[in-house]
């Protein structure tokens, strides 16, 4: 399934590195999502868009930064992170809540971050 | 109380068995329910809605109680291949998605 892409799908960074991840969906929805997966922890919602507007940050620290251009494309930007950063990052999509009909979410196959 | 609770888990059955998984959730407002899997180290994926009358999907069976806000999911001749993590996913109208801890089942041989 590529309904949802991710790249890249492993990345090591250095605590004093930046770098970005990408998520693009391909199914026509309007809401994306960013969620932190910590080894054999369950889901952390980060962030929501909801037609490009970001409608939840579920305090996450400043080292993340989202970017949602469009729709079809989300972004998070890291900078200066920490190695218990270190986890699966994973974005998702579905209709938003405004828009009707169901809400499946979908998820990309993720970013497996390593911060040295 | 955590707003979406699960089995605690691991579930051990042997090929052929059938186990049923168990979630409450805490918002009466709740109108959206999803079981998911996912496998070790890969993303969640959608395993089935969860309808009001319950729904079949081939050897998977969801059950929704509205009242006692419960919903269940039975695995019927369970395959190595039903080996994964499955997560309860509960919506409101307006409000983001959540998730359970999941519950672990493991068949084996």
């Known amino acids: 399934e590529t309904g949802v892409t991710q790249t890249p799908r492993h990345l090591v960074m250095g605590m004093t590195n930046k770098k970005s991840l990408k998520c693009e969906q391909h199914l026509g929805h309007n809401a994306m999502y960013w969620y932190k997966q910590s080894a054999k922890k369950p889901l952390e919602l980060m962030f929501v868009y909801n037609f490009k507007e970001q409608t939840e940050n579920n305090s996450v620290p400043s080292r993340f930064s989202p970017e949602c251009p469009n729709s079809s494309h989300l972004f998070l930007h890291l900078h200066t992170l920490q190695p218990e950063d270190s986890a699966l990052y994973l974005c998702?999509?579905?209709?938003?809540?405004?828009?009707?009909?169901?809400?499946?979410?979908?998820f990309g196959p993720g970013t497996r971050l390593t911060v040295t | 109380r955590k707003e979406v609770e699960q089995d605690p888990g691991p579930f051990n059955v042997p090929e052929g068995a059938t186990v049923a998984f168990n979630c409450t959730y805490s918002?009466?407002?709740?109108?959206?329910f999803f079981w998911y899997r996912q496998d070790c180290r890969k993303e969640p994926k959608l395993l089935m809605s969860?309808?009001?009358s319950g729904n079949e999907d081939g050897r998977f069976t969801a059950q929704l109680n509205r009242a006692s806000q419960y919903i269940s999911l039975l695995i019927r001749d369970s395959k190595l291949s039903d080996s994964a993590t499955y997560l309860c996913v509960v919506k409101s109208y307006g409000q983001n998605f959540v998730f359970g801890p999941g519950t672990r089942l493991s068949v084996l041989p």
């Open positions: 918002n009466s407002a709740s109108q959206s």
């Open positions: 969860v309808y009001s």
């Open positions: 998702a999509s579905s209709q938003a809540s405004t828009a009707g009909g169901s809400y499946e979410q979908y």
